[in-house]
C-alpha cells in the first residue's frame, strides 16, 4: 500500500516538472521564443505569399505600399488610394518571409 503511494507522488511530481519546462520553454506565453505572430484584422496590407527562402527576398510594394510579396514576383500595380489601415509602421509589422511566404507579420 505505502509502495502505491510513493509512486503516486513520484507521478505527479513529474507530471508537475513537464508542465513547468513547458511553461519555461514558451515564456509562460505559449509562443515559442522568436516566432513571428500573424497580424490581427486592423492591418489591411495585402500579401501575396509570394515563395521566399530569406527576408531578403521579400519587398514592399504598391503606390500606398500595402503589398509585401516576392521579389521574383511581377511588382503588384495598386490604385493610390491611401488608407490609414496601410500604415505598417503604425501597427507594428513588416514585410518578412515567413514559413517560406512572402506576408506581412507583427514585428
Given at each position: ?34 516566432e ?22 521579400c ?40 514559413e ?8
Open positions: 500500500m505505502e509502495k502505491k503511494k510513493v509512486n503516486t507522488i513520484i507521478a505527479i511530481g513529474i507530471i508537475l516538472g513537464i508542465i513547468f519546462l513547458f511553461l519555461f520553454a514558451f515564456n509562460y506565453s505559449g509562443k515559442i521564443p522568436g513571428i505572430e500573424q497580424i490581427e484584422d486592423s492591418f489591411c496590407g495585402i500579401s501575396t505569399l509570394g515563395e521566399c527562402a530569406t527576408n531578403n527576398d519587398i514592399v510594394s504598391g503606390c500606398s505600399l500595402q503589398v509585401c510579396q516576392g521579389k521574383f514576383e511581377e511588382e503588384a500595380i495598386t490604385t493610390c488610394d491611401w488608407k490609414e489601415c496601410y500604415n505598417s509602421e503604425s501597427y507594428g509589422v513588416i514585410c518578412t518571409c515567413l517560406d511566404e512572402c506576408q506581412w507579420a507583427l514585428e
